[in-house]
């Protein structure tokens, strides 16, 4: 298998108290969050890419570049599209974009690299080491 240039991902949610600015400390209104807004767009992203993956390799985010351009309020459907547009070796860069029942609310560019699982989680377990 391999990831190719336009392979696409969604991911989505309802604004709800657990995922506002509020929540994320990212805030004091009770409005979709821009962390969150940037979790949705990241999941949309690796989620496309995965099945694409040899076994016991997944995909890290290295870099996400982003405007958040409208609120969404509590109980509205929000979601998130990717689409891979460069594949470079084990680099990926994709277009990302948010969406509610209005319309656009977000968009940017985000970058993920393809690891090996075991090896990526041993090296982060090092930092645990004397």
Same mark, same amino acid.
């Given at each position: 298998?391999?990831?190719?240039?336009?392979?696409?991902?969604?991911?989505?949610?309802?604004?709800?108290?657990?995922?506002?600015?509020?929540?994320?400390?990212?805030?004091?209104?009770?409005?979709?969050?821009?962390?969150?807004?940037?979790?949705?767009?990241?999941?949309?992203?690796?989620?496309?890419?995965?099945?694409?993956?040899?076994?016991?390799? @997944?995909?890290?985010?290295?870099?996400?570049?982003? @405007?958040?351009?409208?609120?969404?309020?509590?109980?509205?459907?929000?979601?998130?599209?990717?689409?891979?547009?460069?594949?470079?070796?084990?680099?990926?860069?994709?277009?990302?974009?948010?969406?509610?029942?209005?319309?656009?609310?977000?968009?940017?560019?985000?970058?993920?690299?393809?690891?090996?699982?075991?090896?990526?989680?041993?090296?982060?377990?090092?930092?645990?080491?004397?």
């Amino acid at each position: 298998m391999s990831v190719t240039v336009g392979l696409k991902g969604r991911a989505e949610a309802v604004v709800n108290d657990s995922n506002t600015a509020q929540a994320a400390c990212s805030g004091a209104l009770p409005v979709f969050g821009t962390p969150f807004m940037c979790a949705l767009m990241e999941e949309a992203s690796w989620k496309s890419i995965a099945p694409h993956l040899e076994e016991g390799q @997944s995909t890290v985010g290295t870099r996400l570049e982003v @405007s958040h351009d409208s609120a969404t309020p509590i109980g509205m459907k929000v979601w998130a599209e990717s689409e891979v547009t460069q594949v470079d070796g084990k680099r990926i860069v994709l277009n990302v974009t948010a969406y509610d029942e209005k319309g656009l609310i977000g968009k940017g560019t985000h970058e993920r690299f393809i690891i090996q699982n075991e090896r990526f989680v041993q090296k982060a377990q090092r930092k645990l080491e004397g």
